[in-house]
């Protein structure tokens, strides 16, 4: 029996049960936060997130993976008390967005690997909680220089500590080709990597070829309708099982409880919340066509494989 790690500590692989692969509680950035004490309001946060995740639980989600990499505001202690307080399965992530950071330039990829190694050996944050998965992230400019320097930082904390790595993606720029080559430049087994972000696209042609390098692929923006609407997420996904691929898809949202990209009231897309597959996209799923099977593949079986290393 597989484990992963989780926040507040080991999961065994058989009590994922269904899995929302890329979500996110809390994004809100560190230098703010220290330079204005009410930038966020940390108890109403973690308050939303927990009403939030039990919700999602009483229609049937068992676990919740965090993507939140170190530099995009990644605050484990309110992971582990949203976790604490709804009682529920929380993954944490290690991991660079890509952000330009002008300190990075001076660091070599693997003195950058081995701090964060360090998430995954010997806890986050100052606490216990191991990480359990690696993100890594490329933009719409592409694989620049300090994106492949983040992608190689990824790849070599993969083949250090065996974990998965997860990615954000821009398909119009078919960046999970360009993602993939470096990994693969790096020696990791493209299996073990999620590409993230396609359901953003409707191109079967590109998903395929990502596909058939071995890669899972996340569709995993259910609720940003104003990027694609959901019923042409969930014919996409339709159509890709019925071309034998439900084995290397899994379905999430990029839902976040509290970001700080907009101020603080701005409304935010209705669906784009951890209920929203369980209630909408599921259902419509099945009306596609789309066994049960099928459904309990993308959604337990396939996050079990990605996240215990289980044949």
Known sequence: MGQVNGVLGPIDSKDLGFTLMHEHIMICNWSMRQSFEDWVDIPEAVRHATDEVKQAQALGVGTLVDLTPINLGRDVHVMREVAEKAEAQVVAATGLYYHHEPWMGGWEVDRLA??????????????????????????????????????QVAARVQLASGVPISTHTTPSNEGGLLQQDVFEEEGVDLGRVVIGHCGDSEDLDYLERVLQRGSYIGMDRFGLDMILPMENRISTVARLCERGWAHRMVLSHDACCSIDFYPQGTPMPPQWNYRHICQDVVPGLRTEGVSE??????????????????A
């Open 293 to 310: 099977a099928h459904i309990t593949e993308m959604t337990v079986e396939n996050p079990r494989r990605i996240l215990c290393n289980e």
């Open 114 to 151: 081995e701090w964060l190694l360090r998430d995954i050996e010997d806890g986050m944050q100052g606490t216990e909680a191991k990480a359990g998965i690696i993100k890594a992230a490329t933009s719409e400019a592409g694989v620049t220089p300090d994106n492949r320097k983040t992608l």
